[in-house]
């Protein structure tokens, strides 16, 4: 099958680092809320024109993120649907898809939140415009502790949580709340953006500590970006769905036969938790409070790192007479015992990539008969040496999985290469092309 491969493999693109970078004409909608490694619009736009999709067909992403494959789809007047695991990431998508309000009621509406909001924290001796305070930090408001012990320690300091809290509070609160999804969004952006600690690069982490930052003009500055791309977006009168459910199980979602293409960027098997990269704004916003939510949360995923992995999974099972996968597992456990690593983590690694490509090939199996005959699928994924430094070749291996289910694999294209610090080799990321052929 490898060598196979190599005989229609497309690259289509050079090694060029900026090329996962968005593009300013494509910033409109999209920079709403994004997550930081999301593949970037224009790749979209690519295989919309590549499959040559004619006007009337419906766009699944199953792995849909903060929606750049649905809104793309909505800019060109193609129907589309989401599904995805993470709530604060669908509810991102959900608002971005939703281009129906006033730009300028939601900007004079956002500014009435914030007189309200700056009025309110003078009378506490806070000036969020010039950034003093006159006040006793154990009047400052704070999470509830088994929401707060979710949060990596030092991602938001006391003062911006507590003016983060007050605005969160009045937005909920105000008068005529029609405007309030765009207005958490906007929120959720400035914590990540401008208002937390963190910073992110392969995992996120905690950058330089800002003891006090404004937040209500980090806000507003969000809605005044939303408001210029509403009075520019051109709103197709296209079907724009997003459900909160899982990629592998979406029988209850989607009707049979429904669907002309698949354009998706699912997780890459690696210890990236995918969770902490929206957990601060997850947690402020009220879509985690818990441990038992964030394990819910976790459940609904594909197993893609071992922080994931549920005694009770079974994902493994759907490519146990797949040769090259437990060879991978192999290898990787076996190169686990030579270095001597015992942790519980790293005791997972062989397990956890068998479980993920268990759980992609469930997912293909469960996606078929929702699929139109002659429906084209993209994944966009990457190759990976997070374990142990074993290379996985993940798009090879996708479609290794996605031939004998009844795909027909027709390239695997070139997206970008990037050079991993730990090997110094040579990391594609692909685009894995499969046409369904029907039963």
Known sequence: MSTQLQLFEVQTNPANPKHNQIRPQDSPIHEWYRFVLSFPPHLVKDYIDKFDLPQGSVV??????????????????????????NPV???????????????????????????????????EGIDDRNLTWHGDET?????????????????ISPLPLHKTLRLLEVIRNFENSRFRAYEELALAKALYSSIGNLKFGPEVGIGKIK????????????????????KHVTNYPVQSEVFLGDARNVSNILTPGSI??????????NEKDYTRTTRLESVILGFLNDRASLQSLKKGLVRSNTRGVYKGDSDDDWVAGVTKIQQLAEQIEQRRQELNKTSGFERLYARVTKLYFGGMARHLVDLQPFLKPGARLA????????????????????????????YEVE?????????????KEQMREEVV????KGY
Not at 67 to 77: F, I, P, Q
Not at 139 to 155: C, D, I, T, V
Not at 260 to 269: L, N
Not at 379 to 396: E, P
């Open 139 to 155: 009047r400052l408001l704070k999470l509830f502790p088994n929401a707060q012990e979710l949060l990596l320690r030092g991602s």
């Open 211 to 230: 003891t006090d930052v404004p937040v209500v003009f980090s806000w507003l500055s969000n809605i005044y970006t939303m408001a210029s791309d509403l």
């Open 260 to 269: 002309d293409a698949v354009i998706t960027s699912p997780p890459y098997p």
């Open 60 to 85: 699944l992403d199953p792995f849909c993120g903060t929606g750049t494959t649905l809104v793309e789809a909505k800019k060109r007047g193609y129907a589309s649907i989401g599904v995805e695991g």
């Open 433 to 436: 092309i499969l046409k369904w």
């Open 89 to 123: 990431a669908h509810f991102a998508s959900q608002t971005k898809l939703n281009w129906s309000a006033d730009p300028d009621l939601l900007r004079s509406h956002a500014q009435d939140i914030g007189d309200r909001v700056w009025d309110q924290l003078e009378r």
């Open 379 to 406: 994944y966009v994924v990457g190759d990976q040496a997070s374990y142990l430094r074993v290379m996985i070749r993940t798009g090879q291996l996708l479609a290794e999985i996605a031939e004998p289910l009844g």
């Open 411 to 423: 390239s695997i294209d070139l997206f970008r290469t990037r050079l991993a610090t730990a090997t």
